[in-house]
T-cell receptor, first 112, second 111 residues
Framework: DTAVSQTPKYLVTQMGNDKSIKCEQN?????MYWYKQDSKKFLKIMFS???????INETVPNRFSPKSPDKAHLNLHINSLELGDSAVYFC???????????FGPGTRLTVL | KNQVEQSPQSLIILEGKNCTLQ??????????LRWYKQDTGRGPVSLTI?????NTKSNGRYTATLDADTKQSSLHITASQLSDSASYIC??????????FGAGTILRVKS
């Protein structure tokens, strides 16, 4: 299936732990994104990569570090998790920055 | 300040009825406006995209309008179905590829 996939779908962890969320797209897109959707359902962009290079980095704590090994993958690593990090994280991709985005199914992160 | 405001916050309608969702924006400079549909537990899916010169665009029972002068857009849903129950998000793109998201309108269609 052509799609944007994320793993895991659910992630429950303790405060202070380090965790990663993986994202892969097989749509041949050049640009990938990470979004955070809070409990009020508001989508907020965190990062955007174009051909493995960072092009958007909104005000996000340094504990969040995206890594793009190739243009089909954009992983999100989070250090020292905090309660406020609990949210649904969406990965997305598009042919170029500003084009229509295709979203993954989301990863629900719960920090206890 | 670049902002996108959507109204109403939530809406309940009966199956078969029509409804209209509103999006007002102050994003400048304007590049395009998109409407996304987000089903519960899923990622958003693009419904329509409109540039400055387009007034109306349809996708099945969904029709989006854009008035670039008043900086308003609407999404009209005709003959609603239960599967239309979702959150509808308006996203405005400024040049330099800055995306500004609205908070969304939660639509519930009842039988």
């Amino acid at each position: 299936d052509t799609a944007v996939s994320q793993t895991p779908k659910y992630l429950v962890t303790q405060m202070g732990n380090d965790k990663s969320i993986k994202c892969e797209q097989n749509l041949g897109h050049d640009t990938m994104y990470w979004y955070k959707q809070d409990s009020k359902k508001f989508l907020k962009i965190m990062f955007s990569y174009n051909n493995k290079e960072l092009i958007i980095n909104e005000t996000v704590p340094n504990r969040f570090s995206p890594k793009s090994p190739d243009k089909a993958h954009l992983n999100l690593h989070i250090n020292s998790l905090e309660l406020g990090d609990s949210a649904v994280y969406f990965c997305a991709s598009s042919f170029f920055s500003g084009d229509t985005q295709y979203f993954g199914p989301g990863t629900r992160l719960t920090v206890l | 300040k670049n902002q996108v405001e959507q109204s109403p916050q939530s809406l309940i309608i009966l199956e078969g009825k029509n409804c209209t969702l509103q999006c007002n924006y102050t994003v400048s400079p304007f590049s395009n406006l998109r409407w996304y549909k987000q089903d519960t537990g899923r990622g958003p899916v693009s419904l329509t995209i409109m540039t400055f010169s387009e007034n109306t665009k349809s996708n099945g029972r969904y029709t989006a309008t854009l008035d670039a002068d008043t900086k308003q857009s609407s999404l009209h849903i005709t003959a609603s179905q239960l599967s239309d129950s979702a959150s509808y998000i308006c996203v405005v793109s400024a040049r330099a590829y800055k995306l500004v998201f609205g908070a969304g309108t939660i639509l519930r269609v009842k039988s």
